[in-house]
């Protein structure tokens, strides 16, 4: 009779179900061999699946699996995770140390639910790259990505996983994007990264920062809901830039256009705005008032913000970031599936539900 074990389906950066980003999370995964985790990532289906397991460097250790093969760090999948492990009382709203293959991350859970987590110092390139070429990659017009500026310029950033940063003017543009899926793969891999993040300052909700699109075509990920890593790593990147004076936790709004809307809160060590301010839409909601750059938080001239709301207090507190150059990410999660899955003998393909 084969083993069976405890699996979740938990959306991250989201209050509400079937929104924010999905990931397979296995809160027992002691035991399992590299080819046993694949498989249940694969029959999860999940873009990616986190397998916590015990560490003897940290309080827990941390595995990512995408369908297609192991992934070293990943976000959406970190909340997921540690959100499962509070929702089950198998931790309390304290701080963690977590191991993962990028190296052991500060994860802080907030009574509210709220998870932490601390990724790696910034590594930020510019890159040598045609911008008619990328822009070709994305279904765009070249004006579409000049006409925010030399200030950003196309570059490498990586707070765990490497992405290619490519500012969009507009939420109209961002929208167009019909992307070319081999073309970002070549892309990506001409630059070391592992995906495209577009991003426009033009967003749905005044309260937010930016407004993002994740393209991971070399995990296997055509676009992927909210991201994150990619979260962690324009904000790092925005800050090396001198882009924005918006005060910490910046937002990041994705998932929209995969009907699974979420947002991403980012630390990145700038002092943070004192006293609460309103949102113009829940966490996981669309909105209904989103004019392209009607009341956006895109930068001015001067580099700052058009006065958009942040976060309430409650978000945006958390104790973490005593490296301020290393950005740390924060979201809630809630579990949509929960139940038992067969665990096949290692070196099988197959894995059926129980």
């Keep these: 009779m084969s083993e069976t074990r405890r699996v979740q389906l938990v959306d991250a950066f989201t209050e509400e179900p079937m ?19 694949a498989a249940v990532a694969n029959e999860l289906g999940a873009s990616e699946t986190a397998f916590v397991r015990q560490s003897e460097d940290a309080d827990r250790r941390l595995r990512y699996f995408s369908p297609e093969s192991e992934v070293d760090l990943c976000g959406h999948a970190t909340v997921a995770a540690m959100a499962a492990l509070y929702d089950r009382a198998q931790i309390t709203a304290d701080s963690y140390t977590v191991e993962t293959n990028v190296g052991v991350l500060d994860v802080e859970v907030e009574p509210d639910g709220t998870v932490w987590f601390t990724q790696s110092e910034p590594e930020i390139r510019p890159v040598d790259l045609d911008v008619e070429r990328v822009a070709d990659a994305l279904g765009l017009d070249e004006p579409a990505l000049t006409e925010v500026g030399a200030d950003l310029p196309l570059s490498y950033a990586s707070t765990g996983l490497p992405f290619l940063m490519v500012p969009v003017s507009y939420f109209e543009q961002l929208s167009a994007i019909d992307p070319a899926q081999d073309a970002i793969a070549e892309l990506c891999e001409s630059v070391d990264a592992q995906g495209l993040y577009a991003f426009t300052f033009d967003t749905l909700d005044r309260a937010s920062t930016l407004h993002g699109r994740a393209f991971v075509p070399r995990l296997g990920i055509p676009e992927d809901p909210v991201t994150g890593t990619a979260s962690g790593a324009v904000c790092a990147y925005l800050r090396h830039h001198g882009a924005l004076d918006q005060p910490d936790p910046l937002v990041c709004e994705q998932g929209h256009f995969l009907d699974r809307p979420g947002r991403v809160l980012v630390r990145t060590g700038h002092p943070p705005e004192s006293g609460p301010a309103e949102s113009d839409s829940e966490s996981g909601a669309d909105t209904d008032d989103g004019d392209a750059g009607a009341d956006s938080g895109q930068p001015d001239d001067s580099g700052e913000s058009d006065g958009s709301a942040t976060p309430t207090e409650t978000e945006g507190k958390g104790g973490l970031g005593a490296n301020p150059t290393a950005p740390t990410v924060g979201g809630r999660a809630v579990t949509v599936l929960d139940g038992e899955l067969s665990i096949p003998e290692s070196d099988e393909d197959d894995i059926i539900e129980a």
């Design 19 to 37: 929104t924010g980003n999905p990931a397979g999370v296995l809160t027992d995964a002691t035991g399992l061999t590299d080819d046993q985790m």
